[in-house]
DNA sequence: CGTCTTTGACCGGCGC
DNA sequence: GCGCCGGTCAAAGACG
């Protein structure tokens, strides 16, 4: 057998969360994508199956585990969740490997941007992981009860180590059902798609799925900036609103009733900004990590009225009938 | 009062 | 050995 680990493989058949498929070969992590159409799917899969024998035979093995590890993200509509590829290539300066040289012999472009090259050297004693992305829904319904604690601005995240400029922030959460419980969970906005959070789960509970959270004290706080408030300038949402706990309430409200339809609604609130103050003044990645309030946005009493009702509605969902959503960066499942 | 978030400090792994 | 960085700790304050 070949020197290559399994570290998490995500499978699924449905498009109700990216799958990302995160292997140890050789001393080095190989990251794959298996969402997008059925074809390259199946491509994808065959490339892995021919590159690393016998890995899907092994997620098998695994299965159960990684089945229980995902189930908070079963009940996620599928017309509500997320199907966007990460493209680590951009940061991934000059990763020419020998898997890109196996996709450049079979001539297949697709591929080439579907694979990516081995990031950087696994952390000694580093634990089981599982890394998958979702939208601000899966962040919302997941099961399990978290506490945060701890959050760190990340140079670059998911790979900052072939990072430039940007900074985002990661969330650490452990498992709040059991004291005695090791599940980890980070949280992080996705380098690609703002509307997207990159989960990485580590360890497992110990212990079965709470019914219901221990207490709500302490978990809601003021998301939105009070009437008195002064405007948000641009520069204060890029210092001071860049993590997603900051900019999802809004994102999240509107979300459910079409995921697709929100990120064309912060795409559209972006491109008001930008508009208005000239583009120039921000990079790219600026962008990518800012949520801007244009000024054609007001959060009149209709508004909040309008978020109350909803909050009722969403209440009555079964889904998300019992989530620990309050103490996460969204709060569509309270 | 219990649980939560926030945030600066601290610790350990890693590369040079 | 040193500095950087990711991950965790723990005190303070907020909330129901």
């Given at each position: 057998?070949?020197?290559?680990?399994?570290?998490?493989?995500?499978?699924?058949?449905?498009?109700?969360?990216t799958?990302i498929?995160?292997?140890?070969?050789?001393?080095?992590?190989?990251?794959?994508?298996?969402?997008?159409?059925?074809?390259?799917?199946?491509?994808?899969?065959?490339?892995?199956?021919?590159?690393?024998?016998g890995?899907?035979?092994?997620?098998?093995?695994?299965?159960?585990?990684?089945?229980?590890?995902?189930?908070?993200?079963?009940?996620?509509?599928?017309?509500?969740?997320?199907?966007?590829?990460?493209?680590?290539?951009?940061?991934?300066p000059?990763?020419?490997?020998?898997?890109?040289?196996?996709?450049?012999?079979?001539?297949?472009?697709?591929l080439?941007?579907?694979?990516?090259?081995?990031?950087?050297?696994?952390?000694?004693?580093?634990?089981?992981?599982?890394?998958?992305?979702?939208?601000?829904?899966?962040?919302a319904?997941?099961?399990?009860?978290?506490?945060?604690?701890g959050?760190?601005?990340?140079?670059?995240?998911p790979?900052?180590?072939?990072?430039?400029s940007?900074?985002?922030?990661?969330?650490?959460?452990?498992?709040s059902?059991?004291?005695?419980?090791?599940?980890?969970?980070?949280?992080?906005?996705?380098?690609?798609?703002?509307?997207?959070?990159?989960l990485?789960?580590?360890?497992?509970?110990?212990?079965?799925?709470?019914?219901?959270?221990?207490?709500?004290?302490?978990?809601?706080?003021?998301?939105?900036?009070?009437?008195?408030?002064?405007?948000?300038?641009?520069?204060?949402?890029?210092?001071?609103?860049?993590?997603?706990?900051?900019?999802?309430?809004?994102?999240?409200?509107?979300?459910?009733?079409?995921?697709?339809?929100?990120?064309?609604?912060?795409?559209?609130?972006?491109?008001?900004?930008?508009?208005?103050?000239?583009?120039?003044?921000?990079?790219?990645?600026d962008?990518e990590?800012?949520?801007?309030?244009?000024?054609?946005?007001?959060?009149?009493?209709?508004?909040?009225?309008?978020?109350?009702?909803?909050?009722?509605?969403?209440?009555?969902?079964?889904?998300?009938?019992?989530?620990?959503?309050?103490q996460?960066?969204?709060?569509?499942?309270?």
């Amino acid at each position: 057998m070949e020197d290559w680990s399994l570290q998490a493989i995500v499978r699924g058949t449905s498009a109700d969360y990216t799958k990302i498929v995160d292997v140890e070969k050789d001393g080095q992590d190989w990251f794959f994508d298996l969402s997008g159409t059925d074809h390259e799917k199946k491509f994808d899969q065959e490339f892995l199956d021919s590159n690393f024998p016998g890995i899907f035979d092994v997620s098998i093995g695994s299965g159960d585990e990684l089945e229980e590890l995902y189930k908070p993200f079963y009940g996620v509509s599928p017309s509500l969740a997320a199907q966007t590829v990460l493209d680590f290539q951009e940061q991934l300066p000059g990763n020419v490997d020998e898997v890109h040289k196996k996709a450049d012999h079979e001539s297949d472009h697709s591929l080439e941007t579907r694979v990516y090259a081995p990031k950087y050297k696994r952390r000694k004693n580093q634990q089981k992981r599982v890394v998958i992305q979702v939208s601000a829904d899966g962040l919302a319904c997941d099961m399990w009860a978290w506490r945060k604690y701890g959050q760190k601005p990340i140079k670059g995240s998911p790979y900052p180590r072939f990072s430039f400029s940007l900074s985002l922030i990661k969330s650490y959460y452990r498992c709040s059902s059991s004291k005695g419980c090791l599940a980890r969970k980070q949280v992080e906005q996705s380098y690609t798609d703002p509307g997207m959070y990159i989960l990485t789960y580590t360890a497992e509970h110990s212990h079965s799925q709470p019914t219901r959270r221990n207490s709500l004290a302490g978990t809601v706080r003021q998301k939105f900036p009070s009437p008195k408030s002064p405007p948000i300038s641009k520069l204060t949402v890029k210092q001071e609103k860049s993590t997603e706990e900051e900019l999802s309430p809004i994102k999240t409200l509107l979300q459910v009733s079409s995921s697709t339809e929100v990120v064309e609604i912060i795409k559209h609130e972006n491109k008001s900004e930008e508009l208005a103050v000239g583009s120039g003044e921000m990079s790219h990645d600026d962008h990518e990590n800012d949520f801007i309030m244009s000024d054609n946005f007001k959060l009149n009493e209709d508004f909040f009225s309008g978020l109350e009702d909803f909050d009722e509605f969403i209440s009555g969902l079964p889904m998300c009938s019992h989530t620990s959503a309050q103490q996460f960066p969204v709060r569509s499942c309270s």
